[in-house]
T-cell receptor, first 114, second 114 residues
Framework: EPEVTQTPSHQVTQMGQEVILRCVPI?????FYWYRQILGQKVEFLVS????????KSEIFDDQFSVERPDGSNFTLKIRSTKLEDSAMYFC????????????FGEGSRLTVL | AQSVTQLDSHVSVSEGTPVLLRCNYS??????LFWYVQHPNKGLQLLLK??????LVKGINGFEAEFKKSETSFHLTKPSAHMSDAAEYFC????????????FGRGTSLIVHP
């Protein structure tokens, strides 16, 4: 069964460093998302991506964040200068052409900022 | 605008007894509704979905949910809890006509006692 894969599963970084989280969505999907879950809190929407551009973004997704789909398969989230409060689980998701809202999630990337 | 409220942050049941996890939604359109489960240190797995077909939806692992438009509810139930059901459960709403960004509830932690 096709699945969304995310790497790394866990990354530890120093405050101020740049981090890139990678995702490979399901191959025929067209809509891509990043969500974040701070430990013990709700799952929050960060950004959605369609047709090679950002379609929606939340207030959380400020100038330190960026996304791109560099090669037609990978979908990356870059955090330019990490802060302590960026420590969270980051989930990538994708959905197909019909976009009923059903998201297919990866296993998540846990980011720890020291 | 869409929103979802999970009425209980924690639900505690004994193994073999029924489970009820409550979810109320708000949507300007006819929404799609989902329940996802997250086991400790795992990703998000779709339990079941409502996308304007039958109002009683059956999912995996014996769970089901009923869409009640008059009550704007989509409560998750299971007749008999199993120890392996202990997890975090998220109700998610997504509405058409806009950007279809799924919105998560805060989550309900299901605790199952032997």
């Amino acid at each position: 069964e096709p699945e969304v894969t995310q790497t790394p599963s866990h990354q530890v970084t120093q405050m101020g460093q740049e981090v890139i989280l990678r995702c490979v969505p399901i191959s025929n999907h067209l809509y891509f998302y990043w969500y974040r879950q701070i430990l013990g809190q709700k799952v929050e929407f960060l950004v959605s991506f369609y047709n090679n551009e950002i379609s929606e973004k939340s207030e959380i997704f400020d100038d330190q964040f960026s996304v791109e789909r560099p090669d037609g398969s990978n979908f990356t989230l870059k955090i330019r200068s990490t802060k302590l409060e960026d420590s969270a689980m980051y989930f990538c998701a994708s959905t197909g052409q019909s976009n009923t809202g059903e998201l297919f999630f990866g296993e998540g990337s846990r980011l720890t900022v020291l | 605008a869409q929103s979802v409220t999970q009425l209980d942050s924690h639900v505690s049941v004994s193994e073999g007894t029924p489970v009820l996890l409550r979810c109320n939604y708000s949507s300007s359109y006819s929404p799609s509704l989902f329940w996802y489960v997250q086991h400790p240190n795992k990703g998000l797995q779709l339990l079941l979905k409502y996308t304007s077909a039958a109002t009683l939806v059956k999912g995996i692992n014996g769970f089901e949910a009923e869409f009640k438009k008059s009550e704007t509810s989509f409560h998750l139930t299971k007749p008999s809890a199993h120890m392996s059901d202990a997890a975090e459960y998220f109700c998610v709403v997504s509405e058409p006509g806009g950007s279809y960004i799924p919105t998560f509830g805060r989550g309900t932690s299901l605790i199952v006692h032997p």
